[in-house]
């Protein structure tokens, strides 16, 4: 995706965004991944994935977050993860939920990465309501 050849990189940043639309989502949703393999679509969300990916999502080494979770370990920390998430797996959500024992782990049943399913945009808002009361 970062190469001189236009036509091999879109075609690249087509399939990654493909990829990532098809299992965002409990159920594919044909909508989604029209609009997330548009040429510019898949361009920005290849190109900054690949990029993150790439350098290693700018941490020191792959623990950083766990290994340094006691320096937040004061914050309010919810964690709302789809139950059938493949994408960021439920076992890094409860690693961070055992590191940060103060935090409120919600599993959503039928939740998948997509915070735009309805019940995981129900959660995260729940979520962001609850930062209204003392934690």
């Not at 059938?84 to 076992?91: E, G, L, N, Q, S």
């Not at 782990?105 to 995981?120: A, F, K, N, Q, W």
Request: aromatic share 8%; glycine share 4%.
């Amino acid at each position: 995706m970062t190469g001189d050849d236009e036509k091999l990189r879109l075609r690249a940043a087509r399939t990654w965004a493909n990829w990532e639309a098809s299992i965002m989502n409990l159920i594919p949703d044909p909508n989604a991944i029209h609009k997330m393999t548009d040429e510019h679509s898949a361009l920005a969300i290849g190109r900054i994935e690949c990029h993150y990916t790439l350098n290693k999502f700018f941490l020191e080494h792959d623990n950083y977050i766990l290994d340094n979770a006691d320096r937040i370990k004061d914050i309010p920390v919810y964690i709302v993860q789809g139950r059938y998430d493949i994408i960021c797996p439920m076992i890094s959500a409860w690693e961070l939920h055992k590191a940060l024992p103060q935090s409120k782990l919600v599993i959503v049943p039928d939740g998948s990465h997509s915070p735009l399913d309805d019940s995981m945009a129900r959660e995260l808002v729940k979520a962001t309501e609850g930062f209204k009361k003392p934690y």
